[in-house]
């Protein structure tokens, strides 16, 4: 079982920054061979696929953030990140880190729930106006 806790999350008003990390762990747990992710679920609206980073470090982006999030991972550390930048009143969500075994997906099955296995508890940002 893997073990996925997110951390960063907090109040911030429109074009400010927020940096969230997700620290993995679990039995036998070799960071560097799983896809990671980052969802997001607002109130009232389905979970959103917003990033994802493969095992080597190649990324992908939902439309709606590209250009202001970055995503990275530290294997070395079983550490995700993803750096918020000129944040949105539509940001606002709750912010989750997901990851799985198998290989990350390249095409839009990316962004799908479905794909990914273990999740975390997911950590609060809101973006005032």
């Known amino acids: 079982q893997v073990r996925l806790v997110e951390s960063g999350g907090g109040s911030v008003q429109t074009g400010g920054s927020l940096r969230l990390s997700c620290a993995a762990s679990?039995?036998?747990?070799?960071?560097?061979?799983?896809?990671m992710a980052w969802f997001r679920q607002a109130v009232g609206k389905e979970r959103e696929g917003v990033a994802t980073i493969d095992r080597d470090g190649r990324t992908r982006y939902a439309d709606s953030v590209k250009g202001r999030f970055t995503v990275s991972r530290e294997n070395d550390k079983n550490s995700l990140y993803l750096q918020m930048n000129s944040l949105k009143p539509e940001d606002t969500a709750r912010y989750y880190c997901?990851?799985?075994?198998?290989?990350?997906?390249?095409?839009?099955?990316?962004?799908?729930?479905?794909?990914?296995?273990?999740w975390g508890q997911g950590t609060q940002v809101t973006v005032s106006s």
């Open positions: 997901v990851s799985d075994r198998s290989q990350c997906r390249y095409d839009d099955t990316w962004s799908a729930a479905s794909e990914y296995t273990f």
């Open positions: 679990g039995y036998g747990y070799i960071h560097s061979t799983y896809c």
